[in-house]
């Protein structure tokens, strides 16, 4: 009898999560495997919400390559500790050989308790996440792109306030307790275009005097327009995220909401004239600011995970140990989902600068590279700055 | 004497602004005339901020045409009566031969009054807007592109509701008045795909009761996982803004502010699981998303606005005639400004869906060849709805 394989998709989409999927159902397909999918995340393997992928082609799979977000349907099922009995009973109900799990920290979680009662069936987490903030792997797939995302906008953002300079534009990026994504948008910096002026990280607390003082102290240097990057998930010396939607979601972690809206009231108070941007989940998805590093390694990613449960390994995750950085290097790696699940890898200190409002030059080193090619350098008239 | 030309650009910018700059300032080169710019508006030429473009290569002018933002800065002051005068002796003392103000509707005002009191200057408006609110041209220059990222980014948003159903999600797309760029997102469908599932436009009231019948209705229909695309300028039956962010800009129109955030808070109060994002300035300068058609156009725009002057036309703006939808086809034309001067053009009832809610084929029609290609045509897995 031929050989099954189930593979399901938890957490928030990315831009380059199905190119994963697409190297896991590659491989199963050039192996003879059947390639079954749980739509909807773990709750469609406890449902057996099942669609067989067979079906697809492998121009259909290189297509599905090149589609942002979850291509299989994805959940925020927080799975509880009777659902795992349950879980094991479906896969020998339906003999699956090889499971696969794409998602983020709390999937990586919920991959690890399954590989540990899923008996004959191999479990590999594949992972994903635009937070970059796996442990034990160097970066993530999905980061990549979405840092791509955040630094070509503020980038663009900064274009627009050279030419209007008249106000603070605040900007909220995704990440709640890593600040990676916002980070990024110190790529957007060349020698014609200084913004990012400032950056906030979840990493440091958020001291209200203190942003004046820099919010202050940037438009003396740069002149009235100015861009601002800050995390969602800002949070205050108390230890409250500085826009608290109220909200929870179903793994208990507090939505954050509107952070970069709640900072630019906070400067319209003071008189200084601000308004705030939040491409949400736009900068998850875009589709046109992938990274091809990026997309070639979760591509990569999922065929080597479909290689290492065929071959047996169970119980690991496929990462990355970066040899070098210029020329960038890598090499995949298998890491135990024991020590990878539930920690949360946040910036060291080490590359953020002193005064808590921007990276350093050892950030943009490890992170340039990630984002698959420069952010565009466009042309700006070099005119006198006083003039405006 | 060689003769001169002063060009200046008005209002937001526009991802093509740049390539109508471009085409102005191409032309000026090859008729021997010296082009020179007035930094940030027209208030850099009431202060003779000046700066000599003959220095740009045609390689320089061409790397200009393909940057998003105005290029030469831009403002928002609001030329008054006494200004005039000193308009006029700028343009007299230095012998200026050609005049362009590159700018939407306010800055066409501009244009016509100072066309009025140049003397030996010929004056042209080179028209710009995302908006799309000029009058009397088919359409304008900078709206193309930005459509194309409304309904880029829609269509995204589309796919991340569709792996992870959910929330209502509410985006906020500019236009304050006239609600062209948020019925753009309706080029996002395809057979595939079917955000936005709602799109509301301040040509309409917006009703609150009727909102939540709208939501519950899409929600039964498509599922939890909804896309609402809403103008910033959404006015309610009052005549009120929906979302007054209590401020006035230098023309003393209102600033909208957080319509879309607005929205989202009182989906949730209601009970109705719902987020927010608003992209805001990002789509305005998106050089991604840009257009062709609307680039080459504006471009050509620049070229025919310097060659008007030159042959001696004054107080006219380049616009454009459509002669055929499908081939799209237009022809270039001269409309004077005392005509197109302050004037609104809002999107025409025929257009609109006797529900308020969204635009129907005759928009589709009217929108689709200007935003220069079809919305890319991502790769769905047809699993059954119901799954999720």
């Known amino acids: 009898m031929g050989k099954k394989m189930l593979i399901a998709q938890g957490g928030g989409p990315t831009p380059v999560i199905n190119a994963s ?18 739509i909807g995340g773990i709750e469609g393997v406890i449902q057996e919400r099942f669609y067989d992928l067979s079906a697809l082609s492998e121009i259909d799979i290189l297509r599905l390559k090149n589609t942002p977000s979850s291509g299989i349907g994805s959940g925020r099922y927080k799975v509880k500790e009777e659902d795992y009995p349950r879980i094991r ?70 274009l627009d306030v050279r030419a209007l300079p008249i106000h603070a534009v605040i900007i909220e990026i995704m990440g709640r307790n890593a600040g990676w994504l916002a980070a990024s948008t110190a790529l957007a910096r060349d020698e014609y275009l200084s913004a990012p002026h400032l950056i906030y990280l979840p990493e440091r607390p958020f001291i209200e005097e203190k942003f004046y ?43 954050p909401g509107g952070v970069a809206q709640t900072l630019s009231t906070m400067l319209l108070q003071k008189g200084i004239k601000s308004r705030s941007e939040k491409p949400g989940l736009v900068g998850r998805v875009s589709g046109f600011l992938v990274s091809e590093t990026d997309r ?14 065929w071959e047996g390994v ?22 135990p989902l024991s020590e990878v699940a539930n920690e949360e890898k946040l910036i060291p200190d080490s590359m953020i600068m ?35």
Do not use: W
């Open 89 to 158: 009973d479906v896969l020998d109900k339906h003999r699956i050989d090889y499971f696969f799990y794409n998602g983020g920290n709390d999937s990586m979680d919920t991959c690890n308790k399954v590989s540990q009662i899923a008996g004959e069936t191999r479990v590999i987490g594949v992972a994903k996440t635009i937070d970059n903030d796996l442990a034990l792997t160097d970066h993530c797939p999905g980061f990549g792109s979405a840092a791509r995302y955040a630094a070509v906008t503020v980038k663009e953002l900064g």
């Open 296 to 309: 070639e390694e979760a591509f990569e990613t999922g065929k080597r995970s479909f290689m290492a449960a």
């Open 314 to 335: 169970t119980g690991f995750m496929v990462g990355f140990t970066r040899l070098s950085a210029d020329p960038y290097k890598i090499k995949y790696e298998l890491f």
């Open 21 to 38: 999927l697409a190297g896991v159902i590659l491989e199963a397909k050039r192996h003879g495997v059947q390639a079954i999918a749980g």
């Open 354 to 388: 002193p005064d808590g409002n921007d990276v350093n030059n050892e950030f943009v080193a490890y992170a340039k590279p990630l984002i698959g090619g420069m952010v565009p350098k466009y042309f700006t008239i070099p005119y006198a700055k006083e003039f405006l």
């Open 213 to 255: 003082d820099d919010v202050n102290a940037a438009q003396q240097k740069y002149g009235t327009g100015i861009v601002i990057a800050v995390s969602e998930g800002l949070t205050g010396e108390n230890g409250k995220t500085v826009a608290d939607s109220g909200m929870v979601d179903g793994f208990g972690h507090t939505i």
